[in-house]
């Protein structure tokens, strides 16, 4: 492998890491340093977004259920991105070229933004 492309990944791990035992030691619910979510300041709706931080401090304590309550998307959406990452940086598109190819397609594309703006809608209306 390519030296830059192997310190890119290091560099990425090593930030990942500490913004995982960042999010581990402080509670977004808790604490007023963590960014403010601009739309639901102006609205009072929440975004997509809204509970990410609060789920992911969740997820790396492993309460899953608090974590899906704070944002089900996020959660729900772990193993896509998860396997994204492995056919991209892993190997993946070595080993499953159609998968990959399927996964990045327009309909894909167009399904996750449906998707998001479905639970976008739902969430406010519940």
């Known amino acids: 492998m390519e030296k830059k492309y192997i310190?890119?990944?290091v560099i990425i791990m090593i930030l990942i890491i500490i913004g995982g035992v960042f999010y581990y030691l402080f509670s977004p619910?808790?604490?007023?340093?963590?960014?403010?979510?601009?739309?639901?300041?102006?609205?009072?709706?929440?975004?997509?977004g809204c509970g990410s931080q609060?789920?992911?401090?969740?997820?790396?304590h492993l309460r899953i259920k608090e974590s899906f309550f704070s944002n089900p998307l996020l959660v729900i959406a772990i193993p896509y991105v998860l396997l994204c990452l492995y056919?991209?940086?892993?190997g993946g598109k070595e080993s499953f070229p159609r998968l990959r190819k399927a996964?990045?397609?327009?309909?894909?594309?167009?399904?996750?933004?449906?998707?998001?703006?479905?639970?976008?809608?739902?969430?406010?209306?519940v």
Not at 29 to 48: I, R, S, V, W, Y
Not at 103 to 125: H, Q, T
Request: include cysteine; charged fraction near 15%.
């Open 7 to 9: 310190l890119r990944l």
């Open 29 to 48: 619910a808790e604490n007023d340093f963590f960014p403010q979510c601009t739309f639901h300041k102006m609205t009072g709706l929440d975004c997509p």
């Open 54 to 60: 609060r789920a992911i401090h969740h997820l790396l």
């Open 87 to 90: 056919l991209e940086y892993f």
């Open 103 to 125: 996964l990045y397609s327009k309909i894909s594309v167009w399904g996750i933004l449906i998707v998001i703006l479905l639970f976008w809608i739902i969430r406010n209306l």
